[in-house]
C-alpha cells in the first residue's frame, strides 16, 4: 500500500514562487504514474502534472504550462510540483497521487482521474 504525504503550501503574493513535496511510503518501484491535482472552492479536480517513475515521462497542463515543474527524487521518494509566477487562478487545495502503471497510462489517468492512491493536500493561496 502506498502512502502519500504533501507539503509545502502556504499563501504567497502573485508572482511568488512556491515548491510542494509529496513524500511518498511504500515501494512503487519503476511502475508508477505519479501526479499533482488541484481543487478549487466549487470547482471539480483537475490534474496539473504527471511523471512516471520508471522514466520520467512528464505531463504539463496548459495551464500552467511554463510556470509549474513536476520533479521527483527518486532516492528520496519523494516527488516535487515548482511553481513559478503564481497567479490568485491557481488558488487550490494541491493533491499528489499514485497509480500503478506504464508510462502512457500517467496522462490518460489524469484526464479520466483514476488515480487509486492519494494525499491529504495542502493549501496555496495566492493573493492579488
Known amino acids: 500500500q502506498v502512502q502519500l504525504a504533501e507539503s509545502g503550501g502556504g499563501s504567497v503574493q502573485a508572482g511568488d514562487s512556491l515548491r510542494l513535496s509529496c513524500e511518498i511510503h511504500g515501494d512503487i518501484g519503476s511502475k508508477y504514474c505519479l501526479a499533482w491535482f488541484r481543487q478549487a472552492p466549487e470547482k471539480a479536480r483537475k490534474g496539473v502534472a504527471s511523471?512516471?517513475?520508471?522514466?520520467?515521462?512528464?505531463y504539463i497542463d496548459d495551464s500552467v504550462k511554463g510556470r509549474f515543474t513536476i520533479s521527483q527524487d527518486n532516492a528520496k521518494n519523494i516527488m516535487y510540483l515548482q511553481m513559478n509566477n503564481l497567479k490568485p487562478d491557481d488558488t487550490a487545495m494541491y493533491y499528489c497521487?499514485?497509480?500503478?502503471?506504464?508510462?502512457?497510462?500517467?496522462?490518460?489517468?489524469?484526464?479520466?482521474?483514476?488515480?487509486?492512491?492519494w494525499g491529504q493536500g495542502t493549501q496555496v493561496t495566492v493573493l492579488s
Open positions: 497521487a499514485a497509480q500503478a502503471g506504464a508510462a502512457w497510462d500517467c496522462l490518460p489517468a489524469v484526464i479520466r482521474d483514476e488515480y487509486k492512491e
Open positions: 511523471i512516471h517513475t520508471g522514466g520520467g515521462m512528464r
